[in-house]
């Protein structure tokens, strides 16, 4: 798998949105990396339902969770521009 897209930036605690690409040839979209109180992970797609809450759109295993959440933050850790930097979560690149 690979990251196919990645749009860095600062939206609130949100660094940067990507895409995934599956050696299958599917693309899986919406994932983000997220500062949190312990550093950068990696969250996972989703969808807000009737009550106001998220659920994920996308489930894994533990093991590929780690294994999507390091290939993303090293990606995210290279030389690339930034797409924006604002903080108005209108401008949220979807």
Do not use: C
Request: aromatic share 12%; net charge negative.
């Amino acid at each position: 798998m690979k990251i196919s897209r990645m749009s860095k930036g600062e939206w609130s605690k949100i660094r940067a949105f990507f895409d995934l690409e599956t050696e299958e040839g599917f693309t899986l979209k919406g994932f983000k990396i997220v500062e949190g109180s312990s550093g950068l992970f990696v969250g996972f797609p989703n969808q807000k339902n009737k009550d106001g809450e998220y659920n994920d759109t996308i489930f894994a295993s533990k093991e590929l969770k780690q294994q999507v959440n390091r290939l993303a933050i090293e990606h995210y850790n290279q030389d690339q521009p930034v797409v924006g930097t604002t903080t108005q979560s209108d401008d949220i690149p979807f």
